[in-house]
């Protein structure tokens, strides 16, 4: 166990600091590149009853891979050609700027305190289709600005410009901050890294995530070891081993 947490702290160290690797941009037809294409393909065939115009991707603790998952899946996504707009939740623990290499002024705390316009926090990126709305100065009072009425206004506005929205949010077993944002958006992908996650821990953000009635579309194990899928990644040593669809009940 203490391996797992100094293994979390150094990773979240190096997020921190630098953001996550984009993989599927730095090298597009590597092995992982193509893993989270599929994870992109088996989201969009998730629902099929309803076309999806907003994701939320959490985990259950801290350092488990959902920004490096969310920022490559929406990578992807762009590069089919739809018009994305990738949004840092995480306004405790944000990344997302320094990933994209942006200005981190004015973003979604901004925006969320009527501090600024909605031209002012999106940003372009460097992957065609795709946008940033980074996190903004880190506010004290996180959950009750992504539970307000003008969060909810601005995903509706994204909506309408955007064909998909991701949301990184941060771990559901830390704050309410992934619940509270789970009832405003279409699904949730729950991130689980092999060997690192404690299934407790899983379960119990599956509840928290269940007991507001988030729809949640399904999960993606990474960090998978190498000869349990066959899949190599040479990637911060992280290995992708898919989708898997939410039990429904």
Avoid: C
């Avoid at 070891?225 to 040593?237: D, Q």
Wanted: aromatic residues 8%.
């Amino acid at each position: 166990m203490k391996l797992f947490k100094g293994k979390r702290k150094k990773l979240d160290n190096y997020s921190l600091k630098h953001g996550v690797g984009l993989i599927s941009y730095d090298d597009p037809t590597s092995t992982v590149s193509e893993q989270f294409k599929t994870i992109r393909t088996n989201i969009q065939f998730s629902s099929v009853d309803k076309k999806l115009k907003s994701i939320l991707f959490t985990s259950s603790a801290p350092s488990e891979g959902k920004s490096t998952v969310s920022n490559n899946v929406a990578v992807t996504w762009a590069k089919q050609g739809d018009k994305v707009i990738l949004i840092d939740a995480d306004l405790r623990r944000p990344t997302m700027h320094k990933t994209f290499n942006l200005s981190n002024k004015f973003g979604l705390s901004n925006y969320l305190l009527g501090n600024a316009e909605l031209e002012d926090v999106v940003q372009k990126t460097m992957v065609d289709n795709l946008y940033v709305i980074t996190s903004g100065p880190i506010p004290p009072n996180p959950s009750e600005l992504l539970g307000s009425m003008r969060t909810k206004d601005l995903l509706i506005r994204l909506a309408d410009k955007f064909d998909l929205l991701i949301l990184d949010a941060p771990p559901a077993n830390s704050v309410t901050d992934a619940q509270v944002l789970a009832t405003k958006v279409d699904g949730v992908i729950l991130v689980i890294p092999q060997g690192i996650a404690e299934k407790s821990g899983v379960a119990h953000a599956q509840q928290a995530l269940e007991t507001v009635h988030a729809n949640i579309l399904g999960f993606v194990m990474n960090r998978v070891i190498r000869e349990s899928t066959g899949y190599y990644g040479g990637y911060y040593g992280g290995h992708y081993g898919g989708y898997y669809g939410a039990e429904k009940k």
